[in-house]
C-alpha cells in the first residue's frame, strides 16, 4: 500500500540524477535554509565502519535506554519501511510528523539537487533538533568523510571493523576505505575502535595522532572474549561480565565489546547489561517464527542481510555454531557487490544454494548470474523463479533442512514486508 510518506519519498528521488554522490556542499546549503539543525543537537555519538556499525549502534542505544535515557537513532538503509531511519527519543517516526518533515526540506531546497539520502538525513536531523532526548546516535551511511551525516561535532565517535566494500565510491584498496572511514573523527573527540586490519588500522591511527583525537582500541585500550557462555569486557577500569549479546553469533561479542566499550567512554556503564539482553538488529542472522514462508516451509528459516566479503565471513561462523541440519541458501545480490567473495567461506557448509532475483530492484543480479557466482564458490545451486518457489521447492526436497535466506538487506527487506 502507499503511503502518503511513499509519494514524497519517490518525489525527492527526482532532485538529483545520481543516487551516490559523495560532497557535502548540498546538505551543507540545505542546513543551512534550516537554520543548522545539526548545531542543536543532543549530544552525539557517530558510527562509522563497514561491518556492525548497525547493530553496534543497536546495542549502545539498549544500553543507554537501560540507564534511564532517551535517544535519537539515525540508520540506514531500512528493510520493510522508511520509518525504521529514524527514531524520534525512542519511537519510530510517526507518518504524519515524517510527512511534514519532508515536505518542509523539499520546499527548503527548491529545485536545487540534492540526493535522497541527504535531504531525508537533513529531515532526520530537523526532527531530532526539535525534541528533547538525552542522545543523538546517527549511523553513517557511506564511508565518513563525504557522508551526509558528517556534519556534526560529536561526543564520540565509534570506527567499527573496515573491510572491501562499496569500492567504487570509496577507494580499491583497504587503506583508502579506511581513510574515508576516518574522516568521522574529530578533533579532540574520543574514538572506541573495533577490531581492525592492520592497514586500516595505521591510517585510522595517523588521522587520529594529527586531529589529536583519543582513541580506545580493540585489543589495547579494551578487550572482550566469549567464556563460558558468557561476554567479558575489560579495560583498564576493571573487568565486567556480563550475558551473551542477544543478536547472534561471535561478531556480535566484538560488536558489543565496541558498545561496552561506548558505554564507559560515556559514563554510563550501568546500561552494559541492557545493551546485551535487549538490543533488537533485524536481519542479522534472525530467525523467523511466523509468516506464510513459515507456514510454507515448517523449516527452521532464518534471514541476514549481511553482502560482503566479512559478513559472509562472519555468517559462515555464526552458522557453524547452530545445531547441525543440512543447510540451503536462498540467496538474491546487488550487482555491486563481489558476490563470489561473500560465498566462499559459506561453501563448506551449504548443501545447495537456490539463486534468486531481488524483486522490485532494478540493481539486482539476476537469478542466472547468481547462479554462476554460486558455482564459481563451488556450491551446488540452481535457478528460482522467485523466493517463495524456492523455499517451496526445499520443503519438498529437504524438508530437514535449515533454509537461510541471504545476500542483500533488500532481499531481506522483501521478506519481513512480504512475511510480516
Not at 49 to 74: D, F, P
Not at 92 to 117: K, M, Q, S
Not at 136 to 151: C, I, M, Q, Y
Not at 274 to 289: F, I, V
Amino acid at each position: 500500500m502507499t503511503t502518503g510518506s511513499d509519494v514524497v519519498l519517490t518525489r525527492l528521488m527526482s532532485l538529483h540524477p545520481k543516487v551516490i554522490d559523495l560532497v557535502l556542499d548540498r546538505v551543507h546549503r540545505l542546513l543551512a535554509v534550516l537554520d543548522h539543525p545539526e548545531t542543536r543537537l543532543p549530544p552525539v555519538i557517530h558510527i562509522a565502519g563497514t561491518n556492525g556499525k548497525g547493530s553496534t549502534l543497536a546495542m549502545i542505544r539498549a544500553g543507554l535506554e537501560g540507564a534511564g535515557e532517551t535517544c535519537h537513532a539515525y540508520t540506514s538503509p531500512h528493510l520493510a519501511r522508511f520509518h525504521e531511519r529514524i527514531r524520534v527519543a525512542g519511537e519510530l517516526i510517526g507518518e504524519g510528523e515524517l510527512i511534514r518533515l519532508l515536505e518542509e526540506c523539499e520546499v527548503a531546497n527548491g529545485t536545487d539537487p540534492i540526493t535522497y539520502f541527504e535531504i531525508t538525513t537533513c529531515a532526520a536531523l530537523l526532527a531530532f533538533a526539535r525534541t528533547p532526548a538525552d542522545w543523538t546516535l546517527l549511523e553513517v551511511g557511506l564511508g565518513g568523510r563525504l557522508d551526509a551525516t558528517n556534519v556534526v561535532n560529536p561526543r564520540l565517535t565509534v570506527i567499527a571493523p573496515v573491510s572491501m566494500d562499496h569500492e567504487a565510491f570509496l577507494g580499491d584498496t583497504l587503506p583508502k576505505i579506511a581513510a574515508e572511514k576516518a574522516g568521522v573523527l574529530k578533533p579532540g573527540v574520543p574514538c572506541i575502535v573495533g577490531p581492525q586490519e592492520e592497514a586500516a588500522l595505521e591510517v585510522i591511527e595517523y588521522r587520529a595522532a594529527r586531529l589529536n583525537a583519543p582513541l580506545l582500541i580493540h585489543g589495547q585500550h579494551w578487550h572482550v572474549t566469549e567464556e563460558d557462555g558468557r561476554l567479558v569486557y575489560q579495560d583498564e577500569t576493571g573487568l565486567m561480565d556480563l550475558p551473551l549479546p542477544r543478536l547472534i553469533g561471535a561478531h556480535q561479542v566484538d560488536n558489543a565489546g565496541m558498545a561496552v566499550a561506548a558505554l564507559r567512554a560515556l559514563g554510563r556503564a550501568e546500561g552494559a547489561e541492557a545493551a546485551m539482553t535487549r538490543a533488537e538488529w533485524p536481519a542479522r542472522l534472525q530467525r523467523l517464527k511466523s509468516g506464510p514462508l513459515v507456514q510454507a516451509a515448517p523449516a527452521d528459516i532464518w534471514l541476514d542481510g549481511g553482502h560482503n566479503p566479512a559478513a559472509g565471513a562472519a555468517l559462515a561462523e555464526a552458522l557453524g555454531r547452530l545445531p547441525p541440519r543440512p543447510l540451503n541458501l536462498v540467496c538474491g545480490m546487488l550487482n555491486t557487490k563481489d558476490v563470489t567473495g561473500y560465498m566462499r567461506p559459506l561453501a563448506p557448509l551449504v548443501d545447495h544454494l537456490h539463486a534468486v532475483s531481488i524483486p522490485g530492484e532494478p540493481n539486482t543480479l539476476s537469478a542466472a548470474e547468481t547462479l554462476s557466482a554460486a558455482r564459481a564458490a563451488g556450491m551446488r545451486a540452481s535457478e528460482a523463479a522467485s523466493l517463495d518457489i524456492a523455499v517451496e521447492r526445499i520443503a519438498a526436497t529437504a524438508p530437514d533442512a535449515r533454509i537461510l535466506i541471504c545476500g542483500s538487506l533488500y532481499l531481506a527487506g522483501h521478506v519481513l514486508r512480504t512475511n510480516g
